[in-house]
């Protein structure tokens, strides 16, 4: 069976990391500012308590972000999320070197986009998943479209697909 003939299942069940883009994946997209110049981003509970039983079975997540903020960072600590990249330029670079850093390969991992600088990304991995309501790039790119769009829920759809396919 060649790699672009495996089922959904073959792809979910060899997957370790998974790699979230964070506005319209983790959030709905929207960006709200403060009179202080604070950023403001709206996370959805349920998205993180799936993040936590996904680090129960023992397996890894992480954050790509074109963008930085602290609100980000605060969502990452709390929901232990050990890898965290903002303000990634490039992130399929950013994307291999976490992979060579944890001595993981391209197979193993999950990433979830939304938009055209995920394209790249989303192309290099084991399992590609757009969400909803992504952009017509990424969702050609994705080989699973969730059916929550981001911010909605998308990950812990994600998660609960993983899971099912990975119980013994
Ligand atoms: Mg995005």
Request: net charge neutral; charged share 25%.
């Amino acid at each position: 069976m060649t790699a672009n003939r495996k089922s959904l299942a073959d792809r979910c069940r060899g997957i370790e990391l998974l790699v979230l883009d964070t506005d319209g994946v983790l959030t709905a997209g929207g960006i709200a500012y403060g009179d202080n110049g604070l950023e403001l981003k709206t996370f959805h509970v349920r998205d993180g308590s799936a993040i936590k039983s996904w680090h129960r079975g023992g397996k890894q997540s992480a954050i790509i972000s074109g963008r930085t903020s602290n609100a980000l960072e605060k969502r990452t600590r709390e929901l232990d999320i050990a890898h965290l990249v903002q303000g990634a330029d490039d992130k399929l670079r950013a994307y291999r070197q976490l992979l060579n850093r944890l001595g993981l390969r391209a197979d193993q991992a999950c990433v979830v986009g939304d938009d055209s600088a995920d394209v790249p990304v989303l192309c290099d991995c084991g399992l590609a998943i757009a969400v909803a309501d992504a952009c017509p790039e990424a969702l050609s790119a994705a080989h699973y479209i969730t059916r929550a769009g981001g911010g909605q829920g998308a990950v812990r759809e994600v998660i609960g697909l993983l899971l099912g396919c990975q119980r013994p």
